[in-house]
Nanobody, 120 residues
Framework: QVQLVESGGGLVQAGGSLRLSCVASETLFERDDLAWYRQAPGKQRELVAS???????EYVDSVKGRFTISRDNAKDTVHLQMNMLKPEDTAAYFC??????????????WGQGTQVTVSS
């Protein structure tokens, strides 16, 4: 069973930075597609950034130029560097992993979430 353990959340002032990390276990990490989602109170969970097994990245418009997603296949870790944080970035952030199963489709896994709070 794949496990995802997140770290790096916390309280920061507007304009500050945080780096989220997510370590995966029990998976062939280099084959997986990865992403970070977030969910603010009363709102739907949204995709923040993704990185494919080929290192292709995508971002939601609201974080472009401020957030950077990266992966370290040697350490089975995906990071989300968040700079120039805004109060509207406040949310629980979730690591997501999609594990290919060939013709049997994909399996999806979620981390437990880490809270990011940005004060104004």
């Amino acid at each position: 069973q794949v496990q995802l353990v997140e770290s790096g959340g916390g309280l920061v002032q507007a304009g500050g930075s945080l780096r989220l990390s997510c370590v995966a276990s029990e998976t062939l990490f280099e084959r997986d597609d990865l992403a970070w989602y977030r969910q603010a109170p009363g709102k739907q969970r949204e995709l923040v950034a993704s990185i494919s097994r080929s290192f292709s990245t995508e971002y939601v418009d609201s974080v472009k130029g401020r957030f950077t997603i990266s992966r370290d296949n040697a350490k089975d870790t995906v990071h989300l560097q968040m700079n120039m944080l805004k109060p509207e970035d406040t949310a629980a952030y979730f690591c997501f992993l999609k594990e290919p199963q060939g013709r049997f489709g994909d399996l999806e896994y979620w981390g437990q979430g880490t809270q990011v709070t940005v004060s104004s």
